[in-house]
């Protein structure tokens, strides 16, 4: 039986928010590995970090 378009729907969206979530990890963990004085390159993480929640 196909499932409905409300279940697809959901499934959709449950996995986009999760990988969402994982990229935003990762990119955190990046963040941590940087010098203390990297504000440039912190910004851009950040960014990269909101974009992919987004």
Do not use: F, K
């Amino acid at each position: 039986m196909r499932p409905t378009r409300a279940e697809l729907t959901d499934v959709w969206l449950h996995v986009y928010s999760r990988a969402s979530l994982l990229e935003a990890d990762g990119t955190i963990d990046a963040l941590r590995l940087l010098p203390p004085n990297s504000a440039t390159l912190a910004q851009v993480l950040m960014c990269s970090i909101v974009v992919a929640y987004a």
